[in-house]
Protein backbone atom coordinates (compact mmCIF):
# COMPACT_ATOMS: atom_id res chain seq x y z
CA UNK A 1 0.00 0.00 0.00
CA UNK A 2 1.37 3.04 -0.60
CA UNK A 3 2.39 5.82 1.64
CA UNK A 4 -0.27 8.73 2.14
CA UNK A 5 -0.80 12.15 4.45
CA UNK A 6 -3.24 13.04 6.31
CA UNK A 7 -5.26 14.27 3.50
CA UNK A 8 -4.74 10.86 2.16
CA UNK A 9 -3.35 11.44 -1.07
CA UNK A 10 0.30 10.15 -2.06
CA UNK A 11 4.14 11.78 -3.17
CA UNK A 12 2.54 10.80 -6.40
CA UNK A 13 -0.15 13.17 -6.39
CA UNK A 14 1.66 15.72 -4.22
CA UNK A 15 4.35 15.90 -7.33
CA UNK A 16 1.87 16.48 -9.57
CA UNK A 17 0.14 19.35 -7.94
CA UNK A 18 3.73 21.14 -7.48
CA UNK A 19 4.23 20.55 -10.98
CA UNK A 20 0.85 21.91 -12.02
CA UNK A 21 1.35 24.89 -9.81
CA UNK A 22 5.27 25.88 -11.68
CA UNK A 23 4.19 25.60 -15.13
CA UNK A 24 0.46 27.74 -14.36
CA UNK A 25 3.01 30.35 -12.76
CA UNK A 26 5.11 30.16 -15.71
CA UNK A 27 2.57 30.56 -17.82
CA UNK A 28 0.89 33.65 -16.32
CA UNK A 29 3.93 35.57 -16.31
CA UNK A 30 4.72 34.77 -20.12
CA UNK A 31 1.39 34.92 -21.44
CA UNK A 32 1.02 38.53 -19.14
CA UNK A 33 3.99 40.23 -20.80
CA UNK A 34 2.81 38.97 -24.18
CA UNK A 35 -0.58 41.02 -23.69
CA UNK A 36 1.45 43.96 -22.80
CA UNK A 37 3.00 43.79 -26.22
CA UNK A 38 0.61 42.81 -28.46
CA UNK A 39 -2.05 45.74 -27.02
CA UNK A 40 0.77 48.23 -27.71
CA UNK A 41 1.35 47.06 -31.26
CA UNK A 42 -2.30 46.91 -31.65
CA UNK A 43 -2.75 50.45 -30.31
CA UNK A 44 -0.09 51.96 -32.64
CA UNK A 45 -1.70 50.16 -35.44
CA UNK A 46 -4.41 52.12 -34.77
CA UNK A 47 -2.67 55.54 -34.34
CA UNK A 48 -0.96 54.71 -37.33
CA UNK A 49 -4.60 54.64 -39.46
CA UNK A 50 -6.18 57.51 -37.59
CA UNK A 51 -3.40 59.86 -36.75
CA UNK A 52 -4.51 63.21 -38.81
CA UNK A 53 -4.24 66.66 -37.59
CA UNK A 54 -6.09 70.18 -38.65
CA UNK A 55 -5.54 73.76 -39.44
CA UNK A 56 -7.90 74.42 -35.98
CA UNK A 57 -5.26 72.55 -33.77
CA UNK A 58 -2.68 75.26 -34.43
CA UNK A 59 -5.02 78.39 -32.61
CA UNK A 60 -3.32 80.38 -30.06
CA UNK A 61 0.06 78.81 -30.97
CA UNK A 62 2.78 81.50 -32.09
CA UNK A 63 3.19 79.57 -35.57
CA UNK A 64 2.01 80.88 -38.80
CA UNK A 65 1.26 77.61 -41.10
CA UNK A 66 1.75 77.27 -44.67
CA UNK A 67 -1.84 77.09 -47.14
CA UNK A 68 -1.72 73.30 -46.78
CA UNK A 69 -0.01 72.41 -43.23
CA UNK A 70 -1.72 71.27 -40.29
CA UNK A 71 -1.02 70.79 -36.71
CA UNK A 72 -0.99 67.02 -35.96
CA UNK A 73 0.30 67.25 -32.18
CA UNK A 74 2.17 69.49 -29.68
CA UNK A 75 3.83 68.75 -26.79
CA UNK A 76 4.05 71.57 -23.86
CA UNK A 77 6.95 70.24 -21.79
CA UNK A 78 10.18 70.26 -24.08
CA UNK A 79 13.64 71.50 -23.96
CA UNK A 80 16.28 72.47 -27.44
CA UNK A 81 19.76 70.56 -27.10
CA UNK A 82 22.60 71.06 -29.00
CA UNK A 83 25.51 68.56 -29.35
CA UNK A 84 28.77 69.74 -28.97
CA UNK A 85 31.06 67.71 -30.88
CA UNK A 86 30.40 67.30 -34.90
CA UNK A 87 28.50 63.74 -35.60
CA UNK A 88 27.25 62.29 -38.66
CA UNK A 89 23.55 60.67 -37.59
CA UNK A 90 21.64 57.91 -39.38
CA UNK A 91 19.23 58.22 -42.65
CA UNK A 92 15.76 59.69 -41.28
CA UNK A 93 13.60 55.87 -41.51
CA UNK A 94 10.63 54.24 -41.38
CA UNK A 95 11.55 51.98 -39.00
CA UNK A 96 8.75 51.22 -36.22
CA UNK A 97 11.49 49.72 -32.99
CA UNK A 98 10.36 48.45 -29.78
CA UNK A 99 11.03 50.06 -26.70
CA UNK A 100 13.23 47.99 -25.02
CA UNK A 101 13.29 49.26 -21.40
CA UNK A 102 12.35 52.50 -19.92
CA UNK A 103 14.22 55.77 -20.61
CA UNK A 104 16.59 57.81 -17.93
CA UNK A 105 15.41 61.09 -17.58
CA UNK A 106 18.79 62.73 -18.13
CA UNK A 107 20.57 63.77 -20.98
CA UNK A 108 24.04 62.20 -22.40
CA UNK A 109 27.16 63.23 -22.56
CA UNK A 110 28.13 65.63 -25.13
CA UNK A 111 24.87 67.38 -25.08
CA UNK A 112 23.73 71.17 -23.86
CA UNK A 113 20.26 71.93 -23.04
CA UNK A 114 19.81 75.77 -24.50
CA UNK A 115 16.25 76.57 -24.80
CA UNK A 116 12.72 75.04 -23.20
CA UNK A 117 9.43 75.66 -24.77
CA UNK A 118 6.52 73.52 -26.59
CA UNK A 119 7.03 70.92 -29.45
CA UNK A 120 5.09 71.36 -32.39
CA UNK A 121 4.86 67.94 -34.96
CA UNK A 122 3.20 69.76 -38.00
CA UNK A 123 2.66 68.13 -41.64
CA UNK A 124 5.66 69.78 -42.83
CA UNK A 125 8.15 69.90 -39.95
CA UNK A 126 9.35 70.01 -36.27
CA UNK A 127 8.93 72.61 -34.75
CA UNK A 128 10.35 74.17 -30.91
CA UNK A 129 8.50 77.33 -30.04
CA UNK A 130 11.20 78.09 -27.07
CA UNK A 131 11.15 80.88 -24.98
CA UNK A 132 14.45 82.19 -27.02
CA UNK A 133 12.99 81.82 -30.37
CA UNK A 134 12.08 79.54 -32.68
CA UNK A 135 13.57 76.25 -34.22
CA UNK A 136 12.51 74.12 -37.34
CA UNK A 137 13.39 71.26 -38.68
CA UNK A 138 11.53 70.83 -42.03
CA UNK A 139 10.98 67.46 -43.24
CA UNK A 140 12.33 67.75 -46.73
CA UNK A 141 15.53 69.32 -45.44
CA UNK A 142 16.07 66.24 -43.03
CA UNK A 143 19.32 64.53 -43.59
CA UNK A 144 19.90 62.63 -40.32
CA UNK A 145 17.50 61.54 -37.71
CA UNK A 146 18.38 59.13 -34.13
CA UNK A 147 16.52 58.24 -31.41
CA UNK A 148 18.83 57.90 -28.29
CA UNK A 149 17.77 54.04 -27.16
CA UNK A 150 18.85 54.75 -23.08
CA UNK A 151 17.85 58.78 -22.68
CA UNK A 152 14.38 60.72 -24.55
CA UNK A 153 16.50 62.59 -26.57
CA UNK A 154 15.99 62.36 -30.22
CA UNK A 155 18.97 64.49 -32.47
CA UNK A 156 18.31 65.65 -35.89
CA UNK A 157 20.27 67.37 -38.56
CA UNK A 158 19.45 69.54 -41.55
CA UNK A 159 21.17 70.79 -44.40
CA UNK A 160 20.92 74.58 -43.78
CA UNK A 161 22.11 74.35 -40.47
CA UNK A 162 25.92 72.76 -39.22
CA UNK A 163 25.21 72.26 -35.63
CA UNK A 164 23.05 69.06 -34.94
CA UNK A 165 20.36 69.65 -32.46
CA UNK A 166 17.33 68.01 -31.18
CA UNK A 167 14.81 67.47 -28.28
CA UNK A 168 14.88 66.12 -24.48
CA UNK A 169 11.26 65.56 -23.91
CA UNK A 170 9.85 64.18 -20.69
CA UNK A 171 10.66 59.86 -20.69
CA UNK A 172 6.92 59.21 -20.69
CA UNK A 173 6.16 60.83 -23.59
CA UNK A 174 9.20 60.13 -25.38
CA UNK A 175 7.81 57.20 -27.02
CA UNK A 176 4.59 58.18 -28.65
CA UNK A 177 6.31 61.41 -29.56
CA UNK A 178 8.82 59.18 -31.68
CA UNK A 179 5.89 57.23 -32.80
CA UNK A 180 3.95 60.19 -34.29
CA UNK A 181 7.26 62.21 -35.94
CA UNK A 182 7.77 58.60 -37.92
CA UNK A 183 4.48 58.88 -39.08
CA UNK A 184 4.33 62.76 -40.21
CA UNK A 185 7.75 61.96 -41.84
CA UNK A 186 6.17 59.08 -43.45
CA UNK A 187 2.88 61.14 -44.59
CA UNK A 188 5.93 63.93 -46.20
CA UNK A 189 6.82 61.74 -48.23
CA UNK A 190 3.99 59.15 -49.07
CA UNK A 191 4.80 56.05 -47.23
CA UNK A 192 2.32 56.14 -44.67
CA UNK A 193 1.01 52.58 -46.25
CA UNK A 194 4.49 51.19 -45.27
CA UNK A 195 4.11 52.31 -41.71
CA UNK A 196 1.33 50.48 -41.39
CA UNK A 197 2.24 47.23 -43.68
CA UNK A 198 5.12 47.23 -41.17
CA UNK A 199 3.06 47.00 -38.35
CA UNK A 200 0.71 44.35 -39.11
CA UNK A 201 3.88 42.12 -40.31
CA UNK A 202 5.07 42.94 -36.36
CA UNK A 203 1.82 41.81 -34.59
CA UNK A 204 1.84 38.65 -37.07
CA UNK A 205 4.87 37.86 -36.15
CA UNK A 206 4.12 38.57 -32.45
CA UNK A 207 1.32 36.42 -33.00
CA UNK A 208 3.22 33.42 -33.16
CA UNK A 209 4.85 33.76 -30.22
CA UNK A 210 1.65 33.65 -27.74
CA UNK A 211 2.78 31.03 -24.87
CA UNK A 212 0.75 28.05 -24.71
CA UNK A 213 -0.93 26.80 -21.76
CA UNK A 214 1.27 23.88 -20.42
CA UNK A 215 -0.48 20.16 -20.30
CA UNK A 216 -1.56 19.23 -16.84
CA UNK A 217 0.95 16.91 -15.12
CA UNK A 218 -0.43 13.51 -13.93
CA UNK A 219 0.49 11.35 -11.03
CA UNK A 220 1.33 8.51 -13.53
CA UNK A 221 3.85 11.28 -15.08
CA UNK A 222 6.26 11.11 -11.46
CA UNK A 223 9.32 8.84 -11.35
CA UNK A 224 10.62 7.77 -8.10
CA UNK A 225 13.87 9.81 -8.21
CA UNK A 226 10.89 12.56 -7.40
CA UNK A 227 10.19 10.90 -3.80
CA UNK A 228 13.74 11.99 -3.23
CA UNK A 229 14.27 15.75 -1.67
CA UNK A 230 16.22 17.52 -4.75
CA UNK A 231 14.96 14.60 -6.93
CA UNK A 232 17.58 14.03 -9.70
CA UNK A 233 20.04 16.44 -8.66
CA UNK A 234 20.27 14.82 -5.55
CA UNK A 235 20.84 11.38 -7.06
CA UNK A 236 23.39 13.11 -9.72
CA UNK A 237 25.36 13.89 -7.07
CA UNK A 238 25.16 11.38 -4.60
CA UNK A 239 26.31 9.20 -7.63
CA UNK A 240 29.53 10.99 -8.21
CA UNK A 241 30.19 11.03 -4.48
CA UNK A 242 29.82 6.97 -4.73
CA UNK A 243 32.36 7.06 -7.74
CA UNK A 244 34.71 9.75 -6.40
CA UNK A 245 35.28 8.60 -3.07
CA UNK A 246 37.25 5.14 -4.42
CA UNK A 247 39.06 6.93 -6.68
CA UNK A 248 40.12 9.37 -3.60
CA UNK A 249 41.07 6.27 -1.66
CA UNK A 250 43.00 4.35 -4.77
CA UNK A 251 45.05 7.32 -5.04
CA UNK A 252 46.10 8.07 -1.49
CA UNK A 253 49.38 6.68 0.24
CA UNK A 254 49.26 2.85 0.35
CA UNK A 255 50.63 1.13 3.14
CA UNK A 256 53.95 -0.98 1.77
CA UNK A 257 52.53 -3.42 0.12
CA UNK A 258 55.96 -6.50 0.23
CA UNK A 259 54.38 -6.78 3.87
CA UNK A 260 58.62 -7.06 4.75
CA UNK A 261 59.20 -7.38 8.49
CA UNK A 262 59.78 -3.97 10.13
CA UNK A 263 63.45 -3.71 11.41
CA UNK A 264 63.55 -3.37 15.41
CA UNK A 265 65.63 -0.45 16.32
CA UNK A 266 67.90 -0.94 19.76
CA UNK A 267 66.82 1.14 23.21
CA UNK A 268 70.00 1.14 24.29
CA UNK A 269 72.39 4.26 23.15
CA UNK A 270 74.93 3.47 20.43
CA UNK A 271 78.48 3.73 21.75
CA UNK A 272 80.01 6.92 22.00
CA UNK A 273 83.27 7.29 19.67
CA UNK A 274 86.58 8.85 20.47
CA UNK A 275 87.42 12.32 19.76
CA UNK A 276 90.08 12.31 17.69
CA UNK A 277 91.75 15.21 15.44
CA UNK A 278 90.48 15.61 12.29
CA UNK A 279 93.85 15.35 10.84
CA UNK A 280 94.95 12.12 12.04
CA UNK A 281 91.87 10.16 11.09
CA UNK A 282 89.67 11.63 8.75
CA UNK A 283 86.39 11.00 9.33
CA UNK A 284 84.63 9.07 6.26
CA UNK A 285 81.52 10.57 5.16
CA UNK A 286 78.26 8.43 6.17
CA UNK A 287 76.49 6.66 3.30
CA UNK A 288 73.26 8.26 1.91
CA UNK A 289 70.07 6.88 3.06
CA UNK A 290 67.91 7.03 -0.10
CA UNK A 291 63.68 7.39 0.01
CA UNK A 292 61.83 5.64 -2.37
CA UNK A 293 59.82 8.46 -4.09
CA UNK A 294 56.38 9.12 -3.49
CA UNK A 295 54.02 8.39 -6.77
CA UNK A 296 52.57 12.10 -7.59
CA UNK A 297 49.06 12.42 -8.22
CA UNK A 298 47.96 13.18 -11.94
CA UNK A 299 45.43 16.97 -11.52
CA UNK A 300 41.64 15.90 -12.24
CA UNK A 301 40.20 18.10 -14.59
CA UNK A 302 37.87 19.82 -13.05
CA UNK A 303 34.20 19.60 -14.72
CA UNK A 304 32.89 22.79 -16.70
CA UNK A 305 30.49 24.98 -14.90
CA UNK A 306 29.34 26.70 -18.17
CA UNK A 307 26.21 26.22 -20.32
CA UNK A 308 24.87 26.84 -23.35
CA UNK A 309 21.43 28.64 -23.99
CA UNK A 310 18.39 26.50 -24.30
CA UNK A 311 16.97 29.23 -26.85
CA UNK A 312 13.37 28.69 -25.13
CA UNK A 313 13.51 25.05 -23.85
CA UNK A 314 12.03 24.08 -20.41
CA UNK A 315 15.19 23.69 -18.19
CA UNK A 316 16.37 20.30 -18.29
CA UNK A 317 19.70 18.08 -17.17
CA UNK A 318 19.61 16.40 -20.74
CA UNK A 319 20.81 18.76 -22.80
CA UNK A 320 17.86 19.24 -25.00
CA UNK A 321 17.55 22.46 -26.35
CA UNK A 322 15.88 24.67 -29.82
CA UNK A 323 19.09 25.83 -30.29
CA UNK A 324 20.32 23.53 -32.70
CA UNK A 325 22.45 20.32 -32.90
CA UNK A 326 21.81 16.71 -33.88
CA UNK A 327 17.99 15.21 -34.08
CA UNK A 328 16.99 12.85 -31.36
CA UNK A 329 15.64 9.82 -32.39
CA UNK A 330 15.98 8.06 -29.26
CA UNK A 331 15.16 10.19 -26.46
CA UNK A 332 15.90 9.32 -22.60
CA UNK A 333 13.34 7.62 -20.92
CA UNK A 334 12.73 10.81 -18.50
CA UNK A 335 11.91 13.08 -21.13
CA UNK A 336 8.21 13.39 -20.05
CA UNK A 337 9.31 14.42 -16.69
CA UNK A 338 10.75 17.69 -18.49
CA UNK A 339 8.27 18.08 -21.92
CA UNK A 340 5.09 17.95 -21.93
CA UNK A 341 4.28 14.66 -24.02
CA UNK A 342 1.43 13.85 -26.24
CA UNK A 343 -0.65 10.71 -25.72
CA UNK A 344 1.21 7.18 -27.38
CA UNK A 345 4.38 9.59 -26.84
CA UNK A 346 6.64 6.04 -27.15
CA UNK A 347 4.70 4.98 -30.33
CA UNK A 348 6.12 7.57 -32.56
CA UNK A 349 8.29 6.83 -35.20
CA UNK A 350 10.67 10.02 -36.17
CA UNK A 351 12.73 12.14 -34.21
CA UNK A 352 11.64 14.78 -31.35
CA UNK A 353 9.98 17.69 -32.10
CA UNK A 354 7.55 20.37 -30.05
CA UNK A 355 4.03 21.02 -31.69
CA UNK A 356 2.46 24.09 -31.96
CA UNK A 357 0.16 23.47 -28.77
CA UNK A 358 3.28 22.97 -26.60
CA UNK A 359 3.29 19.28 -26.22
CA UNK A 360 6.58 16.98 -27.27
CA UNK A 361 5.87 14.38 -30.06
CA UNK A 362 8.30 11.22 -31.21
CA UNK A 363 7.00 12.03 -35.03
CA UNK A 364 9.50 14.27 -36.46
CA UNK A 365 9.88 14.02 -40.19
CA UNK A 366 6.93 11.69 -41.13
CA UNK A 367 3.70 13.30 -42.58
CA UNK A 368 1.30 12.83 -39.39
CA UNK A 369 3.46 14.73 -37.20
CA UNK A 370 1.55 16.39 -34.48
CA UNK A 371 -1.65 16.47 -36.76
CA UNK A 372 -3.84 16.20 -33.91
CA UNK A 373 -1.60 18.93 -32.13
CA UNK A 374 -1.74 21.97 -34.59
CA UNK A 375 1.14 20.60 -36.58
CA UNK A 376 4.75 20.63 -35.71
CA UNK A 377 6.07 24.24 -34.39
CA UNK A 378 10.17 23.35 -34.23
CA UNK A 379 12.65 20.76 -33.22
CA UNK A 380 14.15 19.44 -30.56
CA UNK A 381 17.68 19.36 -30.67
CA UNK A 382 20.91 17.70 -28.23
Not at 105 to 110: A, L, S, V, Y
Not at 228 to 250: C, E, F, K, M
Request: charged share 25%; hydrophobic share 40%; aromatic share 6%.
Amino acid sequence: MAKTDSTGSTWRYRWAHRQNVRRLSTYRGADTAWRRRDDELRRLRALAADFQGSAAAGTGLPLELAADEVVLWALPAAQLVEVRHTTVLPAPDLTVAAQTGPLRPRRPDGVRVTDAGMAVITSRRLVLLGGRGRRDWAYGRMTGLAHDPATPVTLIQVLDRRRTSGLLLPAKAASDFRFKLTLAFADAIEQRAAVLAQLDELIAEHAQLKPFRPAVATPGQARLSSFVPGGRRTLAVAAAIALLVPAALIESDPSDPTGGPEVAVAATPAPTPSVVPALIHPAAPAPARSTPPKPTKSPRPSPSTTRDPRCGAPENPLGYDFCGGTRIRRPATEVCDWFDCVPQFWAGRGYLVQCRDGSVSLTGGRSNACVEHRGVRRTIWK
